[in-house]
């Protein structure tokens, strides 16, 4: 007879453990499987034979994010009613690194939602350089001031990190919102997060040390990318900062000592968010609160026919990197 405590019964009770783990994680893996083949079905059988928006009970993954279905988050929390007016205006975009958007005292043609990168606005005068004042991705849009009725964009806006977008006309999205103010209402409310966003980093820029703006602006952009490798350069740093590119590589070579980054050829690595975030000043944080609503809102998974993306070309580069006006 075996004792509890004897050896052969517990190598039985790990051995039982163990294959119960197994059965769990093979049921998952089973449910997971059959899910992703559903959703796949479903796409392939076209537009007739599937809804075009149907609810969601998380973010869209991976495997979502392959297919035709909207990725930024502010469209999917739109609900399908009002989707639908903006479905057939929407046009698929490649956004390759430096890409000008909008350029400044230019007229706004299009208006941009983010599907993957990260895009800066810039301010700048004749005597200065250009410095980011506001960082934009899939949880947003470009082209604030066609929401708020004006023809031309404020600030030069440029892709810091190379991407995708849903772009409409602004005149098509302006008679859209006019005759559905429920739309033009979410997008205001993505405005009031961004002139947060703008004032944080105006208060952040003269009142904080370089090392914490640059752990705010890197927390930034990693929540607006998928990977933790986000292609930058210490160039692209330093003007989207405003200081030297010399104090830019020396607080990058603090942070890897400390061990919150990993530097590569032409990448940083967020190795250790929590030091990162502590490294940070609270700016970050009241600007992250400030977009919490469009991560808690509603989620939809709205369903796009799209053809192969249209390349945006970006113009030629001018001084510090930052492509020259057109």
Same mark, same amino acid.
């Given at each position: 007879?075996?004792?509890?405590?004897?050896?052969?019964?517990?190598?039985?009770?790990?051995?039982?453990?163990?294959?119960?783990?197994?059965?769990?994680?093979?049921?998952?893996?089973?449910?997971?499987?059959?899910a992703k083949m559903k959703l796949i079905n479903?796409?392939?059988?076209?537009?007739?034979?599937?809804?075009?928006?149907?609810?969601?009970?998380?973010?869209?993954?991976?495997?979502?994010?392959?297919?035709?279905?909207?990725?930024?988050? @502010?469209? =999917?929390s739109m609900a399908p009613e009002l989707f639908?007016? &903006?479905?057939?205006?929407?046009?698929?975009? %490649? $956004?390759?690194?430096?890409?000008?958007?909008?350029?400044?005292?230019?007229?706004?043609?299009?208006?941009?939602?983010?599907?993957?990168?990260?895009?800066?606005?810039?301010?700048?005068?004749?005597?200065?350089?250009?410095?980011?004042?506001?960082?934009?991705?899939?949880?947003?849009?470009?082209?604030?001031?066609?929401?708020?009725?004006?023809?031309?964009?404020?600030?030069?806006?440029?892709?810091?990190?190379?991407?995708?977008?849903?772009?409409?006309?602004?005149?098509?999205?302006?008679?859209?919102?006019?005759?559905?103010?429920?739309?033009?209402?979410?997008?205001?409310?993505?405005?009031?997060?961004?002139?947060?966003?703008?004032?944080?980093?105006?208060?952040?820029?003269?009142r904080h040390e370089l090392l914490e703006r640059?752990?705010?602006?890197?927390? @930034?952009? =990693?929540?607006?990318?998928?990977?933790?490798?986000?292609? &930058?350069?210490?160039?692209?740093?330093?003007? %989207? $900062?405003?200081?030297?590119?010399?104090?830019?590589?020396?607080?990058?070579?603090?942070?890897?000592?400390?061990?919150?980054?990993?530097?590569?050829?032409?990448?940083?690595?967020?190795?250790?968010?929590?030091?990162?975030?502590?490294?940070?000043?609270?700016?970050?944080?009241?600007?992250?609160?400030?977009?919490?609503?469009?991560?808690?809102?509603?989620?939809?998974?709205?369903?796009?026919?799209?053809?192969?993306?249209?390349?945006?070309?970006?113009?030629?580069?001018?001084?510090?990197?930052?492509?020259?006006?057109?």
């Open positions: 007879m075996l004792h509890c405590g004897s050896p052969q019964t517990l190598d039985r009770r790990n051995r039982d453990v163990s294959r119960r783990r197994r059965t769990i994680i093979l049921r998952q893996m089973l449910r997971l499987k059959v479903q796409l392939l059988r076209g537009p007739a034979d599937h809804p075009k928006s149907y609810q969601c009970d998380g973010p869209v993954d991976g495997m979502a994010s392959a297919s035709a279905i909207v990725r930024n988050r @502010l469209l =999917a639908d007016r &903006l479905r057939p205006h929407l046009h698929s975009i %490649t $956004l390759k690194r430096k890409a000008i958007l909008q350029e400044h005292n230019r007229p706004i043609e299009y208006v941009y939602f983010l599907e993957r990168g990260v895009a800066s606005l810039f301010a700048r005068t004749k005597s200065d350089g250009p410095v980011a004042v506001s960082i934009v991705g899939p949880r947003g849009f470009v082209g604030v001031a066609a929401i708020l009725g004006k023809t031309r964009s404020p600030n030069r806006c440029v892709m810091e990190v190379p991407g995708e977008a849903l772009r409409i006309t602004s005149q098509e999205l302006n008679r859209i919102m006019d005759d559905a103010p429920a739309v033009r209402q979410l997008l205001l409310t993505y405005i009031h997060a961004l002139l947060i966003q703008n004032s944080q980093v105006a208060l952040c820029n003269g640059l752990c705010r602006w890197l927390l @930034l952009a =990693a929540d607006r990318f998928d990977e933790k490798a986000i292609p &930058l350069t210490h160039d692209q740093l330093a003007v %989207t $900062l405003g200081v030297r590119r010399a104090g830019v590589t020396t607080a990058l070579s603090t942070l890897e000592k400390m061990g919150a980054i990993a530097k590569t050829r032409g990448a940083i690595e967020i190795a250790d968010r929590a030091l990162l975030e502590h490294e940070t000043c609270e700016c970050y944080h009241i600007i992250t609160s400030e977009y919490r609503f469009i991560t808690n809102s509603g989620c939809y998974r709205h369903v796009l026919e799209r053809l192969a993306p249209d390349l945006d070309r970006p113009h030629h580069a001018g001084p510090n990197g930052i492509p020259a006006a057109r």
